[in-house]
């Protein structure tokens, strides 16, 4: 065996920054691990530091076998976006087996057994580089099943994938588990965690953080207790720092656009205090309000957010900005919408072409316009959606870049598409229509009815957001000199 996998005071720095901070670790036989954190946690630094991809800068990586040669045969990696070679799939396969030195009376055999395991016995002819995202990640389960390994490093197999197509990774997870192979996955996913982990490890920020401040060492954690955990070890501080700071819910295109990364630094040398941001669509972002889990929401979905100040939940609503929606399209236009500005007349053409359509299905503010726009529309896509239409599931970021994958349209935020680089053939194809506006809101969640809520501090934050001061910050982000938001508190 080549378990237990240590990690001795390993660490990761490029261009000057530290991504992963020195750690000790054993990954040992048995249970899976999931390494779950939000994005840009450290994640797939930390799988490939494992996997022997990425040299640690400190500290050291070790295996219990000694044979480097034997080491990297028994253990495999998935990425979250898999290399398809040019040839069919049972052809990918043979490749990798031919490159693994498996005999060659062996290797069709094995590919084909390896393809039926995955459910893709019907497609072993078909040009891997034409199968679908989810067809694609099963193709590259099954070129690891093929090797047998005793390690499956697994880098969000499916972040890029719709919930069907991820149930179906998830089956096959399952079945590698069940026939021993150690898997060890990241994920920033808590139901995946949920659903998948036996033993979960905590990243933020580069650092593993463990319930009570206890050693690391193959923690177990409760899988009922994943999301209150998350949320209190993603945005606690070490022991020894003490630091002050309050917990804003908000979306991803917030975050995803560079707007906080812009204006914190600039609030929180003012203020004395930090800001943790949790990032998630904006029905999650008001749900870990209603639980007092976060100080303050900043989210765009009006109707929501008065919803949640009539339960109580919340203390006072103050418009802070606005940017609008814009549909984003392929340069090939199959609907023929590039160059409009109605969007209702937009999506209809997009039905009436069955042409691929992009959806977060994430409960966010996004996802609220997008589903009130399909209505106004005369269009009920829970009904009338077939193949064309792709529900994932996904913040922004990854859903454009499942749009991009496939040539599809979306509606995107404004913000977060002038930020967003792997846009591929994509362009605007819809933009002006008025109905396309979109207002962002704060709030203060309600200390009286949630006993915890920082009250002080997170209204210091929602007043320095609508305050003169906080609205020029605002105004003053650009990309290429773009401006991305809008503010208008004093409206």
Same mark, same amino acid.
């Given at each position: 065996?080549?378990?237990?996998?240590?990690?001795?005071?390993?660490?990761?720095?490029?261009?000057?920054?530290?991504?992963?901070?020195?750690?000790?670790?054993?990954?040992?036989?048995?249970?899976?691990?999931?390494?779950?954190?939000?994005?840009?946690?450290g994640?797939?630094?930390?799988?490939?530091?494992?996997?022997?991809?990425?040299?640690?800068?400190?500290?050291?990586?070790?295996?219990?076998?000694?044979?480097?040669?034997?080491?990297?045969?028994?253990?495999?990696?998935?990425?979250?976006?898999?290399?398809?070679?040019?040839?069919?799939?049972?052809?990918?396969?043979?490749?990798?087996?031919?490159?693994?030195?498996?005999?060659?009376?062996?290797?069709?055999?094995?590919?084909l057994?390896?393809?039926?395991?995955?459910?893709?016995?019907g497609?072993?002819?078909?040009?891997?580089?034409?199968?679908?995202?989810?067809?694609?990640?099963?193709?590259?389960?099954?070129?690891?099943?093929?090797l047998?390994?005793?390690?499956?490093?697994? @880098?969000?197999?499916t972040?890029?994938?719709?919930?069907?197509?991820?149930?179906?990774?998830?089956?096959?997870?399952?079945?590698?588990?069940?026939?021993?192979?150690?898997?060890?996955?990241? =994920?920033?996913?808590?139901?995946?965690?949920?659903?998948?982990?036996?033993?979960?490890l905590?990243?933020?920020?580069?650092?593993?953080?463990?319930?009570?401040?206890?050693?690391?060492?193959?923690?177990?954690?409760a899988?009922?207790?994943i999301?209150?955990?998350?949320?209190?070890?993603?945005?606690?501080?070490?022991?020894?720092?003490?630091? #002050?700071?309050?917990?804003?819910?908000?979306?991803t295109?917030?975050?995803?656009?560079?707007?906080?990364?812009?204006?914190?630094?600039?609030?929180?040398?003012?203020?004395?205090?930090?800001?943790?941001?949790?990032?998630?669509?904006?029905?999650?972002?008001?749900?870990?309000g209603?639980?007092?889990?976060?100080?303050?929401?900043?989210?765009?979905?009006k109707?929501?957010?008065?919803?949640?100040?009539?339960?109580g939940?919340?203390?006072?609503?103050?418009?802070?900005?606005?940017?609008?929606?814009?549909l984003?399209?392929p340069?090939?236009?199959?609907?023929?919408?590039?160059? =409009?500005?109605?969007?209702?007349?937009?999506?209809?053409?997009?039905?009436?072409?069955?042409?691929?359509?992009?959806?977060?299905?994430?409960?966010?503010?996004?996802?609220?316009?997008?589903?009130?726009?399909?209505?106004?529309?005369?269009?009920?896509?829970? #009904? @009338?959606?077939?193949?064309?239409?792709?529900?994932?599931?996904?913040?922004?970021?990854?859903?454009?870049?499942?749009?991009?994958?496939?040539?599809?349209?979306?509606?995107?935020?404004?913000?977060?598409?002038?930020?967003?680089k792997?846009?591929?053939?994509?362009?605007?194809?819809?933009?002006?229509?008025?109905?396309?506006?979109?207002?962002?809101?704060?709030?203060?969640?309600?200390?009286?009815?949630?006993?915890?809520?920082?009250?002080?501090?997170?209204?210091?934050?929602?007043?320095w957001v609508?305050?003169?001061?906080?609205?020029?910050?605002?105004?003053?982000?650009?990309?290429?000199?773009?401006?991305?938001?809008?503010?208008?508190?004093?409206?």
């Amino acid at each position: 065996m080549i378990l237990p996998l240590r990690l001795e005071q390993a660490a990761f720095s490029a261009g000057g920054r530290e991504i992963i901070a020195p750690l000790t670790l054993e990954i040992g036989a048995g249970a899976s691990t999931v390494i779950l954190g939000a994005n840009g946690a450290g994640k797939s630094v930390l799988m490939r530091l494992m996997h022997g991809l990425l040299a640690p800068t400190l500290g050291r990586v070790a295996w219990s076998e000694s044979d480097a040669r034997r080491v990297r045969r028994q253990q495999a990696m998935v990425f979250q976006r898999p290399v398809m070679l040019r040839r069919s799939a049972l052809a990918n396969i043979v490749y990798a087996l031919e490159v693994a030195g498996i005999a060659v009376s062996e290797r069709r055999e094995r590919a084909l057994a390896a393809l039926e395991e995955v459910g893709l016995q019907g497609l072993a002819s078909r040009p891997a580089r034409v199968l679908s995202g989810g067809e694609q990640q099963r193709l590259a389960l099954a070129r690891a099943w093929a090797l047998h390994p005793e390690v499956l490093f697994l @880098d969000e197999p499916t972040a890029s994938l719709d919930p069907s197509a991820t149930r179906e990774i998830e089956a096959v997870i399952r079945a590698f588990d069940a026939s021993g192979t150690k898997i060890v996955m990241a =994920t920033h996913n808590l139901g995946q965690a949920r659903r998948l982990g036996d033993e979960v490890l905590f990243l933020h920020q580069g650092r593993l953080v463990v319930p009570g401040g206890v050693g690391i060492h193959q923690r177990r954690v409760a899988m009922g207790l994943i999301c209150r955990v998350l949320l209190v070890l993603l945005f606690a501080v070490p022991a020894f720092a003490q630091e #002050k700071f309050i917990t804003v819910s908000s979306t991803t295109s917030t975050e995803e656009s560079g707007l906080f990364k812009y204006m914190l630094p600039i609030f929180q040398k003012k203020a004395g205090f930090q800001v943790r941001v949790v990032a998630v669509g904006t029905g999650q972002a008001l749900d870990i309000g209603r639980r007092g889990d976060a100080d303050v929401v900043f989210v765009h979905a009006k109707p929501l957010e008065e919803k949640f100040l009539a339960e109580g939940h919340g203390v006072k609503r103050f418009d802070v900005m606005y940017n609008d929606f814009v549909l984003i399209g392929p340069k090939a236009d199959p609907a023929k919408v590039a160059g =409009t500005k109605d969007i209702v007349a937009a999506l209809q053409k997009i039905k009436s072409a069955q042409a691929p359509f992009v959806s977060r299905g994430d409960r966010s503010g996004t996802h609220f316009a997008e589903l009130s726009l399909w209505k106004l529309a005369g269009i009920d896509i829970a #009904k @009338d959606k077939g193949s064309w239409y792709r529900d994932t599931g996904q913040g922004m970021g990854p859903a454009l870049n499942s749009a991009s994958g496939m040539n599809a349209y979306i509606l995107s935020d404004r913000g977060t598409w002038l930020s967003f680089k792997n846009r591929g053939e994509l362009g605007i194809a819809v933009e002006g229509d008025k109905r396309l506006f979109n207002q962002y809101g704060v709030m203060l969640v309600n200390p009286a009815r949630h006993p915890d809520v920082k009250k002080e501090m997170g209204q210091a934050f929602v007043d320095w957001v609508i305050s003169p001061e906080g609205q020029k910050v605002i105004a003053g982000y650009k990309i290429n000199g773009e401006q991305l938001f809008f503010p208008n508190a004093a409206k």
